[in-house]
């Protein structure tokens, strides 16, 4: 699933580019995971203002309201002045004055939904619960350290349950767990302040690192523009199980935490 870098990637690779277009039609393919909620052709004629993110949705501004964007497990977006024909997993496509936006996803997990609004109860029902960005000024460690110490839970699931801190999926959850010398198994409310400020930087470091190198292309993730990433070339744990740990040699474990693998390093990670 695209994690909180590959959707800024995505989002900076066309945002630019688009900001300015008027919409000329919109296409559909086959239903994805919600409703659009308005007609198609209600959203010929209007004015692209911007594209922002919130955790893992995009949220593109129109001069009468907006359309948030979700990559699901598997899609990706396509922005070009001219692209191929659409093919069977092409499902949603916004043909605009500057380029062609296009949503592939084959498991059709993915989702475009309009909204009138910020106040809209589809906005809310999608944002209301996220936590706060991590790369943002309101990501304090002393708001972090306070927040954790009401869940009993794995540190790993608080990360990506994403109540807490938006958009740490399971590549940056478990490469900042590393960094910061944490087992993923640690009960949040464990944690002492040294060490959930700790990772309150691992977390920002990753996360900058990640956006510095594209993202992570793990099966097909590339930008809106084609680039792939190459963060996963450069992964402490993630991945690399039964590898040697790039920094004591220990071999690197992987646990099930949730239905997802949780990877660490049974040294630099021993508690």
């Not at 919130?54 to 497990?73: I, Q």
């Not at 499902?91 to 500057?98: D, G, I, Q």
């Not at 958009?167 to 960094?179: D, K, P, Q, R």
Request: glycine residues 10%.
């Amino acid at each position: 699933m695209p994690e909180l870098p590959e959707v800024e990637v995505t989002r900076r690779s066309f945002a630019t580019a688009i900001a300015g277009a008027r919409v000329q039609s919109v296409n559909l393919g086959k239903p994805l995971r919600w409703p659009l909620g308005c007609d198609p052709g209600g959203l010929v004629g209007r004015d692209v203002l911007s594209v922002r993110r919130r955790g893992k949705y995009l949220l593109m501004d129109l001069d009468a309201g907006l359309l948030l964007m979700h990559l699901g497990m598997s899609g990706r977006l396509s922005f070009a002045s001219e692209l191929p024909p659409r093919g069977e997993h092409d499902h949603f496509e916004l043909v605009t004055t500057r380029g062609t936006l296009r949503l592939t996803d084959p498991r059709r997990f993915g989702a475009v939904v309009y909204a009138h609004g910020e106040r809209d109860a589809v906005v809310q029902r999608l944002l209301g619960r996220l936590g706060v960005e991590p790369l943002s000024a309101d990501f304090e460690p002393a708001s972090f350290y306070q927040a954790l110490k009401g869940r009993s839970v794995a540190i790993k699931q608080v990360l990506m349950a994403g109540d807490v801190v938006v958009g740490v999926g399971n590549i940056y959850a478990s490469e900042a767990l590393f960094w910061a010398g944490i087992r993923p198994t640690v009960r949040a409310m464990r944690l002492s302040r040294a060490r959930a400020a700790r990772l309150h930087d691992a977390i920002r470091q990753v996360l900058e690192q990640a956006l510095a190198t594209g993202g992570s292309t793990l099966r097909d993730f590339s930008s809106a523009t084609g680039q792939h990433g190459c963060f996963q070339l450069e992964t402490m744990v993630y991945g690399r199980a039964g590898q040697a740990c790039r920094l004591c040699a220990t071999a690197v474990r992987v646990m099930r935490q949730g239905q997802r693998s949780s990877f660490f390093c049974p040294h630099c990670q021993k508690a």
